[in-house]
């Protein structure tokens, strides 16, 4: 049975253990998965190293609920960031990092593998009791590793590998870096930049802001990846109905992301069916970039074109058969704002001024049904509406009324 | 991709560790301090004996060690093609910023990648060079503490002159708006960056510098009917703001969100936007504003 620790080799099942914890937060222990009890409880006690006190208990007649709550207008780093900083290592990993960046302290120092397992052996482990060995091949290995991250450079000399540590001319602008590393996609890759820099003074915070998108940062770096690969990826979705997770073979075209709603969705072509269909983020895992995707501009640009007439992340149907959507409101001298409103929330709607009192929106899109919430934001001024889809027409007035009942309005009494 | 220990809480400790080592003669202390400031609550109990015992060899038990140079590591490739995408976004005009030793690095992503759909139209104009201005005196002046003297236009579009020490800068996403927060203000500590006509140094009589405002928070308890998805929607709705959830039954929970009483209008219709699905429970005079919009809204169709 091997022992609790604080780190990590795989990120998925916290991913999913911290947004249980963070978006929803009241599942009890007993409404985890039974046989995995003591992975549970290994990692609640992680979570609450990583992230101190902003995990939070409640005991009900169900048990202890545990869960994550932030205000993200007052904390000013991204605390979901840590669980990036918690990969595992082995014991060799961490000796030879700090080793090989020793000796290959400056860029003008150049070694070859021999020299440096010298070096290592010499001059670095030679004076502990029991000094660790490290053969050619897991110095080779390591080395490999840091060319690829592309912090260590080679050189050939005739049949020789010289390397070296790769030269960094980047200056970085720390406030440019705080507040983009919160606001921007992947942002908790300026947050490792920052953790590198000696603690500056904190300059932004953030209003709005949705710090669970961080969660899927790692997918959505494959993503673009293979974005600007022009590449299929193979990716597994959890399926939001079944439940179950699925293998589905796509052509990631662009991520849309919403500071609204605080979700992020994947617009891709999927072969199998010939559209353009659009996935959660945060039901995508294990992203596989695959071969090249010869027909990738054409789907862009397919998506460019039909984008205009997406008012959320649907994108499925014809754009020949485009649904409806027309409403006017009411405001009062005084109130002219809700205009500004109407104008700067209208996307590619259209806004028109029927009298001093009276302006309407129409708008051609997709589905409908995706502006029901933003309409109902403007209840209490709405005098006429209209959906070209007569279901959502019907169910519109339909949740009116059962407003109207729910809160003890007179004449919301059941038809 | 991004998950590596090359990032790691870990390294970062005992890359700090080091430095101080190198540095000066350093007590086990020191040791628990820089990495109780750097990692996470129990990692002392793996750091600290794993360095000492020779677990991890760049460090004896003596507190000494052969690693002779404060350890620095170079920006990965990830890191610098994420600093190369920030080069293609508007905002980056507001900071001094080089992207040299950039050039043959690919964008980790473009705006061809990546979209947001739903940020207002009105957002903050980054490419008017006066804006621009106005926000570097602001944050500079943040930065090294200095009154401002400042310049806006009120409701009425009267020019309005306020003497002010910044002290941060607010972002929201959604209106894609700067607000600076500031101490000394009697017109209330946020201002519009992008309503500043003028800025200057204040060179004046020492300002009164009131306290920054306090935010009033309030809960509301919603109803949350899980139909049509409503439980997962309205979570990550409202997934910013501290709250607590409570399970009534298999279709119906209650939320307790903690909000700040200035922006409860904004939260009036964000409960609105879930329909019948989500019930103001209380505060009374929460739900009377929700009555108050329904009933009017009956009175109109």
């Keep these: ?415 | 991709m991004i998950f590596s220990e090359i990032y790691s809480a870990y390294y970062n400790a005992v890359a700090k560790i080091l430095s101080k080592v190198i540095e000066e003669d350093t007590t086990e202390k020191d040791l628990q301090n820089i990495i109780e400031s750097t990692a996470f609550a129990e990692s002392s109990l793996t750091i600290l004996p794993a360095l000492k015992s020779g677990k991890w060899q760049v460090i004896n038990e003596e507190l000494t060690t052969p690693i002779l140079n404060a350890p620095t590591m170079p920006l990965t490739t990830l890191q610098k093609r994420w600093l190369k995408s920030l080069s293609l976004d508007p905002r980056i005009r507001l900071f001094d910023i080089s992207f040299d030793g950039l050039d043959d690095v690919e964008h980790l992503f473009t705006p061809d990648d990546y979209v947001v759909y739903d940020r207002y139209l009105d957002g903050d104009p980054y490419y008017d060079e006066a804006y621009v201005k106005n926000f570097k005196t602001i944050l500079e002046a943040i930065k090294n503490k200095t009154p401002l003297k400042i310049e806006i236009l009120n409701r009425l579009h009267q020019p309005v002159t306020l003497n002010t020490l910044p002290i941060r800068l607010e972002y929201s996403e959604k209106d894609d708006k700067f607000r600076m927060i500031s101490k000394g203000c009697k017109y209330g500590g946020t201002i519009n960056i992008a309503r500043i006509t003028n800025i200057e140094k204040y060179n004046g009589s020492a300002i009164t510098l009131t306290r920054e405002k306090q935010t009033e928070y309030k809960v509301v308890t919603l109803k949350v009917y899980d139909q049509r998805n409503t439980l997962e929607r309205s979570m990550l709705h409202f997934a910013h703001f501290e709250k607590q959830v409570e399970k009534l039954d298999d279709t119906t929970y209650l939320a307790h969100i903690k909000y700040d009483k200035d922006d409860e209008t904004e939260l009036v219709i964000r409960v609105l936007c879930f329909g019948p699905m989500v019930e103001v429970i209380e505060p009374d005079g929460f739900r009377n504003l929700i009555i108050e919009r329904l009933k009017k809204q009956k009175a109109l169709m």
Excluded at chain 1, 79 to 95: M, Q
Aim: with cysteine.
């Design chain 1, 1 to 415: 049975m091997s022992s609790y620790n604080e780190l990590i080799k795989n990120f998925e099942r916290i991913r999913n253990y911290m947004r249980e914890f963070y978006v929803y937060g009241f599942k009890s222990r007993n409404d985890y998965d039974k046989k995995s009890a003591r992975s549970y409880d290994d990692e609640r006690r992680r979570l609450e190293s990583w992230l101190g006190d902003y995990m939070r208990f409640e005991r009900t007649r169900d048990g202890k609920n545990m869960f994550i709550s932030i205000d993200s207008r007052v904390t000013v780093h991204n605390p979901l960031y840590r669980a990036f900083k918690a990969k595992s290592f082995t014991d060799r990993d961490i000796t030879l990092h700090f080793i090989i960046f020793d000796i290959l302290y400056d860029s003008t120092v150049k070694m070859t593998l021999p020299e440096l397992l010298d070096t290592i052996d010499n001059e670095y482990l030679c004076d502990f009791p029991e000094p660790m060995v490290f053969d050619e091949s897991t110095v080779r290995k390591k080395l490999k590793e840091y060319v690829e991250e592309g912090i260590i450079c080679t050189e050939k000399q005739g049949r020789t590998v010289l390397y070296y540590r790769a030269l960094d001319k980047v200056k970085i602008n720390v406030d440019a870096v705080q507040f983009f590393s919160e606001i921007a996609p992947c942002g908790v890759i300026g947050s490792f930049i920052l953790d590198k820099l000696s603690e500056s003074q904190e300059n932004f915070s953030f209003k709005h802001h949705y710090i669970n998108v961080a969660l899927d940062s790692d997918v959505l770096a494959t993503l673009f990846d293979a974005m600007s690969k022009k590449s299929y990826i193979t990716v597994t979705n959890l399926g939001r109905k079944s439940g179950e997770p699925k293998s589905v073979k796509l052509v990631p075209l662009r991520v849309f992301c919403s500071v609204q709603t605080g979700r992020q969705h994947l617009l891709a072509y999927e072969p199998d069916f010939r559209m353009i269909k659009s996935y959660r983020v945060d039901y995508l895992s294990d992203v596989k970039i695959d071969e090249v995707c010869e027909n990738f501009d054409k789907y862009r640009a397919l998506m460019n074109e039909t984008q205009i007439h997406m008012w959320g992340v649907n994108n499925r149907k014809d754009v020949e058969r485009l649904d409806t959507v027309e409403f006017t409101i009411r405001f009062e001298k005084g109130e002219e704002y809700i205009m500004g409103r109407l104008m700067r929330e209208k996307r590619g709607g259209k806004v028109e001024q029927i009298d001093e009192n009276h302006c309407r929106f129409t708008v051609e899109a997709f589905n409908c049904n995706e502006l029901v919430p933003w309409i109902r934001t403007f209840i209490c001024r709405i005098t006429d509406i209209h959906f070209s889809d007569p279901f959502v027409d019907k169910r519109f007035k339909k949740d009116l009324k059962k407003m109207y009942r729910m809160y003890g309005i007179e004449g919301g009494a059941e038809e």
